[in-house]
């Protein structure tokens, strides 16, 4: 019955703390929102784990009843978390998206004023890339390296080409 309750706890708090860090490190691998280091969601899965795991233990041990109450309360907050930071990422992103394509509409009127600047190009050919336009960017980045043939821009335009 012990060595059960100890596995149970331990399963339990181990999928709970992995929930926990994959929900923190969405923010950088689907959102591009800066990372969050691996060793900070380690460390809060750590403390999660730790805390789940002795808590699960003490409720199965002294009142198993409650025992499915309490996971069913755990598994709630996890998702109420989800949901509140799945939505604070996309408010970012929507963000960041509006920004950037400010960023094109300014870089297009200073493009229109000196269309020899092969920097504005550059810049643009970024945004475009970074706002999921391959096919702009990749014509920006044929104007950069046309206008300045450096290497930089010939690998640039060698790395969007692939």
Same mark, same amino acid.
């Given at each position: 019955m012990l060595i059960g309750t100890i596995f149970y706890a331990g399963a339990f708090a181990a999928?709970?703390?992995?929930?926990?860090?994959?929900?923190?490190?969405?923010?950088?691998?689907?959102?591009?929102?800066?990372? *969050?280091?691996?060793?900070?969601?380690?460390g809060a899965g750590l403390y999660v784990f730790a805390f789940v795991f002795f808590s699960n233990l003490l409720i *199965?041990?002294?009142k198993p009843a409650y025992a499915g109450l309490y996971a069913g309360a755990l598994i709630t907050a996890l998702a109420g978390f989800c949901l509140y930071k799945e939505s604070v990422y996309k408010v970012r992103a929507r963000r960041v998206r509006h920004r950037r394509r400010a960023e094109v509409r300014l870089l297009e009127k200073y493009i229109s004023k000196d269309p020899g600047n092969a920097s504005y190009y550059e810049r643009l050919s970024e945004v475009y890339e970074n706002l999921g336009d391959k096919k702009k960017a990749l014509e920006t980045a044929r104007m950069a390296a046309k206008l300045e043939p450096t290497v930089r821009n010939h690998w640039r335009l060698k790395g969007l080409e692939d």
């Open positions: 999928a709970y703390a992995w929930a926990l860090t994959w929900i923190l490190e969405r923010r950088d691998r689907k959102y591009g929102q800066g990372a *969050v280091s691996s060793a900070d969601a380690l *199965v041990s002294t």
